[in-house]
Nanobody
Framework: QVQVVESGGGLVQAGGSLRLSCVASGTIFSVNAMGWYRQAPGKQRELVATITSGGSSNYADSVKGRFTISRDNRKNTVALQMNSLKPEDTAVYYC???????????????WGEGTLVTVSS
């Protein structure tokens, strides 16, 4: 069994910064890509940033230059440093971890329960 737990959300003023953290734990052989997604009220969940086990990262256009994703493979953690936050960044942020499973070429995706980020204007 695998658990994915996020932390670090909160309330911040526009222009401020927050750092989100996520850890995957449990019976883990390997962790493939990890990433952050977000869902604002009334909107669909969208990709924010992902990072492979090799360190290659990908960002949504809306956060490029403001957010930075990083990971520690030894600890199975991923972090999202968010700077220059805007009110439109307000959302529940979800961590995703793709866990390597023997016999499953594409692994299996696990999600955290989410952490709320609120950016006030």
């Amino acid at each position: 069994q695998v658990q994915v737990v996020e932390s670090g959300g909160g309330l911040v003023q526009a222009g401020g910064s927050l750092r989100l953290s996520c850890v995957a734990s449990g019976t883990i052989f390997s962790v493939n890509a990890m990433g952050w997604y977000r869902q604002a009220p009334g909107k669909q969940r969208e990709l924010v940033a992902t990072i492979t086990s090799g360190g290659s990262s990908n960002y949504a256009d809306s956060v490029k230059g403001r957010f930075t994703i990083s990971r520690d493979n030894r600890k199975n953690t991923v972090a999202l440093q968010m700077n220059s936050l805007k009110p439109e960044d307000t959302a529940v942020y979800y961590c995703n971890a793709n866990i390597g499973i023997p016999g499953l070429p594409n692994g299996m995706a696990y999600w955290g329960e989410g952490t709320l980020v609120t950016v006030s204007s």
